[in-house]
């Protein structure tokens, strides 16, 4: 009975032993693996062999990948809406604006830095006032100075000081326009405000700021420093039409015979005098 029980004793620690022993799968056998919904309590331990992302549950793995993943989409960009202008023969103009910039590279402007100017061409400076007649088309020219920030467009308009009215010459044009032809005939004829005989001021300035702003490093600041003037000439008179309101012929004549009488006196006592001191010094 004794050696039944150590028989049975010594049965069971093999049985014991068999479980815990390590199990070796056999070369044609594959190990089947039990998926867990568990998160190790480490994390930190865990090694990835293979850094390339997955399509199934895992780590996220940071940085870019070599390959973009097939199943993400690329939206397209929104087509930006036209921009309608209308020139100065009043023919309204339909035109795509420029493609946007996808550098994200910016420039760096030193905060002591002169804000852009205008400098003109035509007419300079040393010009001086300037007069036009209405109906000849007028040019103007310049050039930009200490410009470190490109405007989105220019307008460039003309002052009137005596109604304190803006009259377009044109208007959402190119950063680098650099030359403008008014042609005052053409405007005079197709517009509702005419233009007045008076005096003007020349402003250009970035459409985005408008002709007020304030100045800014690097940034154009609104030109305002040419003043030129206006005139409408009148229809000729005929000569025998023509009249002089200022004109009198009777006293134009009198005029003409005082003067001839005061070159006369003015002549006798000179002579007169000269005599007398050769006389007195003889």
């Known amino acids: ?24 799968p056999h070369p044609g056998l594959v190990v089947r693996q039990e998926q867990t919904s568990q998160t190790p309590s480490n994390t930190n331990s865990v090694v990835n062999n293979n850094p390339t992302p997955t399509g199934g549950v895992g780590d996220v793995i940071q940085g870019d990948t070599d390959e973009p993943s097939s199943d993400a989409e690329e939206s397209p960009e929104p087509t930006p809406d036209p921009i309608t202008t209308t020139d100065k023969d ?11 910039s996808t550098s994200s590279r910016t420039r760096k402007i030193s ?7 205008v400098q003109m061409r035509t007419p300079s400076v040393y010009d001086g006032y300037q007069i036009y007649k209405i109906g000849d088309p007028v040019t103007f020219v310049w050039n930009y100075t200490s410009l470190q920030v490109t405007p989105t467009a220019l307008n460039i308009q003309a002052f ?3 109604g304190m009215q803006y009259f377009p010459i044109a208007m959402n044009v190119s950063a680098d326009t650099t030359q403008a032809v008014w042609d005052t005939g053409i405007y005079q004829r197709t517009a509702l405000s005419k233009l007045p005989m008076a005096t003007y001021t020349l402003y250009i300035y970035d459409a985005a700021r408008g002709p007020t702003a304030f100045p800014s490093p690097g ?10 003037g206006l005139y409408t000439p009148k229809a000729p008179t005929p000569l025998s039409s023509f009249e002089c309101p ?24 000179t002579a007169l005098s000269f005599v007398w001191f050769i006389a007195g010094v003889l």
């Open 219 to 228: 940034v154009l600041l609104p030109f305002s420093g040419f003043n030129f």
């Open 1 to 24: 009975m004794r050696n039944l029980n150590l028989l049975f004793t010594f049965a069971l620690s093999l049985a014991a032993s068999a479980v815990h022993a390590e199990f070796v």
């Open 246 to 269: 200022t004109c009198d012929p009777s006293s134009a004549s009198a005029f003409d015979i005082k003067t001839l009488r005061f070159v006369l006196g003015m002549s006798l006592i």
């Open 90 to 100: 009043g023919h309204t103009i339909t035109s795509m604006p420029p493609p946007k």
């Open 111 to 117: 905060p002591d830095a002169p804000p852009g100017g």
């Open 160 to 162: 009137c000081t005596a």
